[in-house]
């Protein structure tokens, strides 16, 4: 029989290090870091909410009862007495002789008994599935004790249940909103795209010729030293002033691109404002777009002395 030779394992720190992949490295640096694993736990929690809001609803978030209007927060407890038993206090309410309207208040000396998944109102689990469970809702099952762990608004609709099914679409807006945005910029940059990166590719072929460089390498400066400390800030002078000048360009195909994927913005308030002869919103926005161009360029201008120290303005 062949001996196969023993698979070979590292031992320490530095051989797990040598052999695993970025990764596994990337793992291991956001394994030690306490605060991002508590942010992750944070997020996996909020997109749990997102995937059914419906369960961790008390209430239904669209059922108003203008009689229920303003009810007060029940403050949720934990403890009853020494025993460990959740409970909210009860709300009572009595109309007012005056303005017809009830008056609500929390009555401490009744106490409302909070279990987890309870019955309520129906809904369909991960847009599937028909249920009734809730995560947390009042033990009494006849549905004349409700829980209000945030109140009601004016036409007494539960606003702790609002703020979830709102957390759900702010969750699934935002990151729409974020690809748009990137989808929108790549629309608008990828035009200059070419153009800075041939830019930056010729200054850079000018400067690293420079006897400078050729100074800096016999000293025995690193290679990486050499490019994005003394070459790169020198090539990107050009390609700054130049970024300046496109951007009046960009704001002009703001315009093109808003109104091709029919998105609001200050293109097409320009547009909509030529179209109806609006001339005061034609006249504030093209002051508001000239000052953010003049502003601009002279952060620009100002980052000239960041950039190449031997720059100076007197």
């Not at 990151?175 to 990137?182: H, I, K, Q």
Request: proline share 5%; hydrophobic share 50%; with cysteine.
């Amino acid at each position: 029989m062949t001996e196969h030779p023993p698979a070979v394992t590292p031992q320490t720190a530095e051989d797990r290090i040598s052999v695993a992949s970025n990764w596994q490295l990337v793992w291991w640096r956001f394994r030690k870091h306490r605060l991002a694993l508590l942010s992750a736990l944070v997020l996996l929690a909020l997109y749990a909410v997102v995937l059914c809001p419906d369960f961790f609803s008390t209430q239904d978030p669209e059922a108003t009862d203008a009689r229920l209007a303003f009810i007060p927060v029940q403050r949720l407890h934990f403890f009853d007495g020494t025993r460990l038993s959740p409970w909210v206090p009860a709300v009572v309410g009595k109309r007012n002789p005056t303005t017809l309207r009830m008056e609500w208040r929390v009555d401490e000396s009744r106490k409302i008994p909070v279990r987890f998944f309870v019955t309520g109102y129906s809904y369909r689990l991960l847009g599937v599935v028909p249920t009734r469970i809730h995560l947390v809702g009042a033990a009494a099952a006849d549905g004349r004790d409700r829980l209000y762990l945030l109140g009601t608004d004016r036409l007494g609709r539960d606003v702790f249940s609002r703020v979830i099914v709102g957390a759900r679409d702010i969750l699934i807006v935002a990151p729409l909103a974020t690809l748009l945005g990137t989808v929108l910029g790549t629309a608008l940059g990828l035009i200059y795209l070419a153009l800075l990166s041939r830019m930056v590719r010729s200054s850079m072929l000018d400067v690293l010729y420079q006897p400078f460089i050729v100074a800096s390498r016999s000293k025995g400066l690193g290679e990486r030293a050499i490019v994005y400390k003394h070459a790169l800030r020198n090539a990107l002078i050009p390609t700054i002033t130049i970024i300046g000048i496109s951007f009046a360009i960009l704001i002009g195909g703001a315009v093109v691109v808003e109104t091709i994927f029919n998105i609001p913005g200050v293109g097409r308030l320009i547009i909509s404002a030529v179209l109806r002869r609006d001339y005061p919103v034609i006249q504030g926005v093209v002051l508001c777009v000239a000052g953010v161009y003049m502003l601009v360029n002279l952060l620009i201008d100002l980052s000239y002395l960041l950039i190449d120290p031997r720059v100076r303005y007197r």
